[in-house]
């Protein structure tokens, strides 16, 4: 029996997967380097820079920093971030954080995404997204 | 380096997606069964080579590798595909083995692992009871190099870095080793504001410089990689067409330091060429991986980044 047309399924799923990456890396930040879609050096790596916050009292608080025990869990998020951009869930870094800090009421990630124009040819911040996650249920 | 690719005929009725699919050719008897064994073994060997590279020099693809079950398990379809006759059972545990640690690195996994994954799927499904299948499987691989190839060279135009050197003023500014081979492309000035940059943040640039040099290295970089991918499509000219594909490989080597997916794509170009030239390509490519293998296990603080 002759499987060319198998084969050659194969061979256009393969061909045009690369236009589903681009319209991801156009519509929801995906990195143009990831996810087989062959754009590996085509541009600056896009940066992804995940800053938070915490709410105590009704205020919101800025952090000096990712606080210790959460830094492998902040990691992993950005780097999911840098690679799947808006795909990228941070409710479960939120989870997280709210168990390390039972005094928050919600934490506030904030990511920038920065990357090359290439009109000005400058790395410049594209946008910026903001999620508020609420402390939904009391700390064990 | 004569090219040997015969098409496989129509069966029955014109069947006008079979006869795309293999417009692009395979090779028959006898040629057949003496490419398909080296290019099994090529996908096999690569693989723990593949794997032990990016365990051992940093910087190449972080994280790959670091499982050492991951790694025997590359070792062994290596073996069995060399020592043995189970060359089916070497291409699925090479494809099991090399998705897995795609999976196991999503979603960081390199393109180049998926390459490698996908490359050994392909092969795997070759190894059906028709021996026609080996024909197609070899016909497949050649679309993936056009389609790889073609996009590599499409995605630069889309995202615009490539047109007044962009991106190569960008790699001048983080990596030294392209800032010494490039550094005489410009003047002096434009390499300290280049080098001053270091990794970029927001506002800085233009990665542009005023030299017509890098320019043209910029644009020739895509041009290249989609001539190449539509040059394979021509017959006539594959022998010619595969020397411009070493070479392009080659400048990508020196400047992104991409040796994996060199050694895979140049291995594939292979199937474009005689049984002989395909031996060769394949043999050269193998003992360039375990060169660069051996250099950083027995040269201490050797690395090529």
Partial sequence: ?140 | METTDIQVEASGEADVLAKAFSSIGTYTDPELDSVWGEWVRFVALAAPLHLILARFIPGTSPDVGESLAIVAAAALCGLLAVATTARRAAMALAAVTLTVEACIQFPETPNHLYLHAFLAMVTYLGFGADRRERANAITALRWIFVVVMGWAGIQKIVYGAYFRGEYLAYITSVKPFVHDALGWTMSEAELRRLVAFGAPSVGDGPYRVDSPILWIAGIGTWVAEIAVAVGMLFRAHRPKVAVATFLVLAVIEVFMREFVFGALIAGVTGLFLSVGAMRLTSRVVLVGLLGLVLMRVFVPGWSFN
């Avoid at chain 1, 800053?51 to 902040?74: F, Q, W």
């Avoid at chain 1, 799947?84 to 928050?104: I, K, N, Q, V």
């Avoid at chain 1, 990511?111 to 700390?139: G, K, M």
Wanted: positive net charge; without cysteine.
């Fill in chain 1, 1 to 140: 029996m002759d499987h060319r047309r198998r084969w050659l399924a194969l061979v256009v799923v393969f061909a045009l997967w690369p236009v589903v990456q681009i319209v991801l890396v156009h519509t929801l930040d995906v990195s143009p380097w990831k996810l087989m879609g062959w754009g590996m050096y085509s541009t600056i790596p896009p940066r992804h820079l995940v800053r938070m916050r915490e709410v105590v009292d009704g205020h919101e608080v800025r952090l000096g920093g990712v606080p210790i025990r959460l830094a492998d869990d902040y990691r992993h998020y950005a780097k999911r971030r840098a690679s799947l951009g808006r795909l990228a869930d941070p409710s479960e870094l939120a989870r997280r954080y709210l168990e390390a800090r039972p005094e928050a009421s919600a934490v506030i990630i904030e990511v920038d995404v920065q990357r090359l124009d290439p009109t000005s040819a400058r790395f410049l911040r594209f946008r910026r997204d903001t999620y508020r996650i609420e402390r939904s249920a009391p700390v064990r």
